[in-house]
């Protein structure tokens, strides 16, 4: 089910950098776990990043870890994305999602709450 909403996506040179926003959309619940994954062509979902606002914690896949970060802006209601150093492989739609289940954060896969993605296109 769509709830949130994401934007940001676009088109950038290899080692560019672009920032994705998630906006909250008609997800209403309290949220304890945001997180962003992908779809590259061709290949399966992969999980890039999570936040655990609970915790205060932040957890990274490996292919992203040092160049993508997770943020969230409490007052404006929105969780960031900042991507640097993009290659062509960074090519995909790219997805926010949020789970509201106390306590750690699980695979933001399972994150039942997620947008209809923004395009991430590297040249």
């Known amino acids: 089910d769509v709830q949130l909403v994401e934007s940001g996506g676009g088109s950038v040179q290899a080692g560019g950098s672009l920032t994705l926003s998630c906006a909250a959309g008609?997800?209403?619940?309290?949220?304890?776990?945001m997180g962003w994954f992908r779809q590259r062509p061709g290949k399966d979902r992969e999980g890039l990043a999570v936040?655990?606002?609970?915790?205060?914690?932040?957890t990274y896949a490996d292919s992203v870890k040092g160049r993508f970060i997770i943020t969230r802006d409490k007052a404006k209601d929105l969780v960031y994305l900042q991507m640097n150093g993009l290659q062509p492989e960074d090519t995909g739609m790219y997805y926010c999602?949020?789970?509201?289940?106390?306590?750690?954060?699980?695979?933001?896969?399972?994150?039942?709450?997620r947008g209809q993605g923004t395009q991430v296109t590297v040249s």
């Open positions: 999602a949020a789970d509201q289940l106390y306590g750690t954060c699980r695979d933001v896969l399972d994150f039942p709450a």
């Open positions: 008609r997800y209403t619940y309290k949220r304890n776990c």
């Open positions: 936040l655990w606002i609970g915790g205060a914690t932040t």
